[in-house]
């Protein structure tokens, strides 16, 4: 089993920057590809970002690319999200996801073990 914990949530203003942390523990993530999902109050949970078991690929929605930047430290058992000019529409709370496979998924299906998610609120 995997827990998942993320922090680094908070409250921001627009076009500022906020840096999500997702610890794991229970068993190294170093050959899972991991994920960040978000879900906004009233909507689905979306695909954010996606990096694969070495940092090798990466993926990102349309709405954050060039903005995001995900990234993980094996050593650490720990991956991240730098989120940067922030908008509002980015107000979620954001969820780190971890699959057993060594690639990148943007699907949320794909995934087997989800952390509790941290709130991300953009103020105009």
């Known amino acids: 089993q995997v827990q998942l914990v993320e922090s680094g949530g908070g409250l921001v203003q627009a076009g500022g920057s906020l840096s999500l942390s997702c610890a794991a523990s229970?068993?190294?993530?170093?050959?899972?590809?991991m994920g960040w999902f978000r879900q906004a109050p009233g909507k689905e949970r979306e695909f954010v970002a996606t990096?694969?078991?070495?940092?090798?690929?990466?993926y990102y929605a349309a709405s954050v690319k060039g903005r995001f930047t995900a990234s993980r430290d094996n050593a650490e058992n720990t991956v991240y999200l730098e989120m940067n000019s922030l908008k509002p529409e980015d107000t979620a709370v954001y969820y780190c996801?971890?699959?057993?496979?060594?690639?990148?998924?943007?699907?949320?299906?794909?995934?087997?073990?989800w952390g509790q998610g941290t709130q991300v609120t953009v103020s105009s």
């Open positions: 996801a971890a699959r057993t496979y060594s690639s990148s998924s943007v699907y949320s299906r794909d995934y087997s073990y």
């Open positions: 229970g068993r190294t993530i170093s050959m899972y590809g």
């Open positions: 990096v694969s078991w070495n940092g090798g690929t990466t």
